[in-house]
């Protein structure tokens, strides 16, 4: 869940680096030799590994998906993402449930594609989801107080953006600090916090994206700060929202898509314009602070529907208790959702016939840079470039992966829409191929 705190994020830069020579231990020097011996063998097998794409972008289909999910990708971001996973691999560091090409890129982005600084953000965010149970979190935790909550802090996703993003609400002027903590404890908000966040991951984007067709990893949010008591506020404020920005900054990076933070005053601008000087200037042009005539520019990214009537939208959700408490969403679907869970069950599938085959798990580990280079429509054929010394190992590769269930496609196109061969495989989803 995003939170204000994000916008007090000053990502990693060399600006006020000391320039004093300290002296390195023995260690140290060999671990520095030895994180920059990877980084030329990764750069070195990503060159072997990476197709140089006729296109900029690249759209890959999900072939678990039962629709097409429009996802284009960068080509320098992918070979980029190819190093990145190599060093990964090479160290032990991916599990299965995390390799993922937008995750990965995520951590990338978050570290300005420094691959040394990305693997370090990356072993931290694992040891993180180890010491704290992340990974079960879903199941392990249940968070009986959320009610009572609600009504010392209302906060939660309601409906989507023009492109399909979740939108994240939050009205601090209506939280009560002290109430607040009298029916939670710290520690329990941020577990929450967490959960919240894994949700977002398996159920709301994989929605978003099936309601969209295209991927969607990012959210829109909206602070409302009208009748905040910054005094008030700055205990929580430190004790609570810095806690969760550092949870969010360190292990779910950029998800933050566009914030606005409307009904602000004076002296919160004041202070932004303060603030904002010590930012990175990529994510100051995602934060947009607005006073209290913020109705037309939310309306220009979210549609009135989707939008609460008390941000200037039509919405009430008056049979569901209120917009903060319905979650108004796709991932409330149900259509939807089991398309999600049949997704999420494919790919559990093919996790567990990797861990029980240990030798597939690790040639499909090199099969994942296999790219197929997919010539253009007039020529009407696929040509597949492979190393000749690799090629009979690789396609043994492939015929052992295809048969624990693992495969993608990957398709360049010359338009911006995706073929429209490209149909649902089953009738009876149709009606959701055609949301949107």
């Known amino acids: 869940m995003p939170a204000l705190g994000e916008i007090l994020l000053v990502p990693e830069t060399d600006k006020g680096k000391s320039e004093d020579v300290v002296e390195v231990s023995e260690d140290e020097k060999i671990t520095r030799t030895r994180s920059r011996s990877l980084k030329k063998k990764a750069i070195k097998a990503s060159s072997k590994l990476t197709h140089s ?26 070979k980029a993402v190819n190093v990145f996973r190599i060093a990964l691999v090479s160290l032990d560091l991916l599990p299965s449930r995390h390799d993922d090409y937008h995750t990965m890129l995520r951590f990338l982005k978050a570290r300005r594609f420094d691959i040394d600084k990305a693997v370090q953000m990356w072993e931290e965010m694992l040891k993180w989801r180890k010491e704290n149970g992340v990974d079960t979190i ?41 109430k607040l ?23 709301k984007f994989p929605a978003c994206s099936i309601a969209a067709k295209r991927h969607i990893n990012s ?6 700060v009208h009748g905040v008591s910054w005094m008030s506020f700055r205990k929580l404020a430190q004790d609570l929202v810095m806690r969760m920005q550092k949870i969010d900054g360190d292990n779910y990076p ?14 919160f601008k004041l202070i932004w314009n303060t603030v904002k ?15 209290n005539k913020f109705r ?9 529907s989707e939008l ?54 690790k040639l499909f580990a090199l099969r994942q840079h296999l790219n197929t280079e997919i010539s253009s429509p007039d020529r009407g054929q696929a040509r597949e470039r492979e190393s000749h010394s690799e090629h009979d190992k690789r396609a043994q590769l492939s015929n052992q992966a295809e048969a624990v269930g693992v495969g993608r496609m990957e398709q360049s196109d010359s338009t911006d829409q995706l073929p429209s061969n490209l149909t649902v495989e089953s009738n009876s989803l149709q009606k959701v191929a055609n949301l949107s």
């Not at 710290?186 to 991951?201: C, I, M, N, P």
């Not at 009537?309 to 408490?325: A, D, P, Q, T």
Request: overall charge negative.
């Open 138 to 178: 879903m199941q392990d935790f249940v968070y009986d107080e959320y009610e009572e909550v609600q009504q010392y802090y209302p906060h939660g996703y309601h409906g989507v953006d023009r492109d399909g993003r979740p939108v994240y609400i939050e009205r601090l002027g209506k939280i009560d600090p002290g």
């Open 53 to 78: 794409l006729r296109k900029r972008g690249k759209r890959v289909a999900d072939q678990y998906a039962p629709i097409v999910i429009e996802d284009v990708r960068d080509e320098e971001e992918e």
């Open 219 to 224: 959210s829109t949010t909206i602070i409302d």
């Open 181 to 203: 903590m009298k029916v939670t404890t710290l520690e329990r908000f941020l577990r929450y916090h967490v959960q919240g966040f894994e949700k977002t991951f398996s159920e």
């Open 296 to 304: 037309s520019h939310l309306l220009e990214i979210i549609d009135p």
């Open 308 to 361: 609460p009537e008390f941000l200037g939208g039509s919405c009430l959700c008056v049979n569901e208790g209120g917009c903060m408490r319905f979650n108004k969403g796709p991932w409330n679907d149900p259509e939807i959702m089991k398309l999600v869970r049949s997704r999420d069950a494919m790919y559990k599938t093919k996790e567990q016939g990797l861990l029980e085959n240990g030798e597939v798990a």
């Open 277 to 291: 000087g010590f930012l990175d200037p990529k994510t100051t042009s995602k934060i947009h602070v607005l006073g």
């Open 254 to 267: 950029e998800t933050l898509n566009q914030m606005y933070i409307i009904n602000a005053g004076s002296g």
